[in-house]
């Protein structure tokens, strides 16, 4: 297939873009890291001993990043659509979120132990239209948020990625009764042209 001007433009950007080449450099599967290591650098989420639920979590770069910080006695459960090559220390589990089987072995992981982050790069599959897509990834947040209520220990966090666009303030909103405070993150790594923000969830309430 003949390539569009448009798939060379992002390809010329994507091998010009100085986060790609860090990420070559140090080792990271994806440029994502560094808007998990930004994040985590201005609210430290991720400390020694901690327990992360990594999901949409290939190709694997943001639980690269949790392995490294969490110490030898944390635990990183990831879960993804997509296969994700092996990392060491994390226990990776492929399958749909969505559905309640996945959602079960997620939990037989744990083993009633609770969790101090979860982190979701979780995204639907972009279809162009706007509208479908945002209420796609809205879904996605809600399925993180239900999880992070049932399994967070108090003061834990959730940190999800979502789309500005419809339904999105709403969102938001509803993550504030959980949380001590609720915080709209644009990394730096993070392109300017996309409609990605990040919501942070910090500490959670106790209920």
């Not at 992360?52 to 006695?73: C, E, Y």
């Not at 972009?126 to 209520?149: R, T």
């Not at 709209?184 to 790594?189: A, Y």
């Not at 923000?197 to 500490?203: A, H, K, R, T």
Request: with cysteine.
């Amino acid at each position: 297939m003949k390539r569009t001007r448009t798939s060379k433009s992002w390809m010329s950007e994507h091998i010009s873009d100085p986060f790609v080449k860090e990420a070559q450099k140090d080792g990271y599967r994806s440029r994502a890291a560094y808007k998990l290591l930004e994040i985590n650098e201005k609210y430290n989420l991720l400390g020694q001993n901690t327990t992360v639920v990594d999901l949409g979590s290939a190709p694997g770069s943001w639980s690269q990043v949790a392995v490294k910080k969490i110490g030898a006695n944390g635990k990183v459960i990831a879960l993804d659509l997509l296969e994700m090559q092996p990392i060491k220390k994390v226990e990776f589990i492929k399958g749909d979120f969505r559905d309640n089987e996945v959602l079960l072995e997620v939990e037989n992981k744990l083993n009633n132990l609770e969790v101090d982050l979860v982190i979701s790069d979780m995204a639907p599959n972009i279809s162009g239209i706007k509208v479908v897509d945002q209420s796609a990834i809205i879904y996605l947040n809600e399925l993180a948020l239900d999880f992070s209520c049932n399994w967070l220990k108090p003061n834990g966090h959730l940190l999800v990625k979502s789309f500005i666009g419809a339904d999105f303030d709403s969102f938001f909103d509803s993550v504030k009764p959980f949380f001590k405070k609720v915080i709209r993150i644009k990394p730096s790594s993070s392109r300017d042209r996309s409609s990605e923000i990040f919501v942070l969830g910090y500490e959670k309430v106790g209920m």
